[in-house]
């Protein structure tokens, strides 16, 4: 009886095209499945911020927009900033990760840099965050909070908080695992972009120095080198839509920014 076999080419060839075909496939499979993953990240992250929010309001009497309000006094950031270590006892393990702030300096006289590099979605390193008036916070989960320390007025929403949803993993880049939330005078947390009865119209976002802010609108979630581009990307990523056109915010929007 006549028996066939495949030739040494002929395997060559097939485990070729195999390989081919892997190497066009395999980063698209592995883009999609972090960015799953970030999903899943960013909708815990955002749960337990609302749930924080509500405890802190019953344990205090008031939401921590009134609690902010009622403790600043003048243009100064220093009574308000007391809320953050308040708001942060309520996450298991939390401790001041780094208290670089704005105003701080190296030797130079230089704007002083985070112990963790950022970047903005187009990959432009930042020396700091658009929240920078209070240090920068870390608790058990592995998320890193930071906040906007400016006062608050009565009857408007506020603080701004940042949140790295995955720590220091990476990318670590505004519209992929860092986003912007905010205080509402109710107690929860809405994603930046959202509005809510008690924001202001549009305000100015920068990439430090900034005060309590509200930005909405696709202008302020595409992939630039300034960070202000960015500040409304957490409404897009709760809505999981494509601020910049046809399909979702996680697996579109984000792949076509990598």
């Known amino acids: 009886m006549k028996q066939t076999a495949f030739t040494l080419a002929e395997v060559l060839i097939t485990l070729g095209i195999i390989g081919v075909v892997a190497a066009m496939t395999l980063p698209a499979l592995l883009n999609r499945t972090q960015n799953k993953e970030l999903e899943s990240q960013f909708k815990k992250a955002y749960s337990e911020l609302n749930q924080v929010a509500q405890l802190f309001k019953v344990e205090n009497g008031v939401s921590v927009s009134e609690y902010v309000a009622s403790i600043a006094t003048g243009s100064s950031t220093t009574n308000a900033n007391n809320f953050i270590p308040k708001l942060m006892k309520y996450y298991k393990g939390s401790k001041s990760f780094d208290d ?4 701080s300096t190296d030797e130079d006289g230089n704007v002083q840099s985070i112990r963790y590099d950022i970047y903005t979605m187009n990959g432009t390193k930042l020396a700091m965050g658009p929240c920078d008036d209070g240090g920068f916070y870390s608790e058990i989960g592995g998320r890193i909070y930071s906040f906007v320390g400016d006062p608050v007025n009565q009857g408007e929403d506020g603080p701004v908080v940042c949140v790295d949803i995955n720590g220091m993993k990476g990318p670590n880049k505004y519209g992929y695992d860092l986003h912007i939330f ?13 509005p809510h009865k008690n924001t202001t119209s549009d305000t100015y976002l920068g990439d430090h120095g900034s005060v309590n802010f509200f930005v909405t609108g696709k202008d302020y979630c595409k992939s630039t080198s300034a960070v202000a581009n960015q500040g409304a990307c957490a409404y897009y990523a709760m809505q999981n839509k494509n601020p910049q056109g046809e399909g979702n915010y996680w697996q579109d929007f984000l792949g076509r920014n990598r």
């Open 182 to 194: 905010y205080f509402t005078t109710d107690g929860f947390v809405f994603p930046m972009g959202q």
């Open 100 to 103: 670089t702030k704005f105003s």
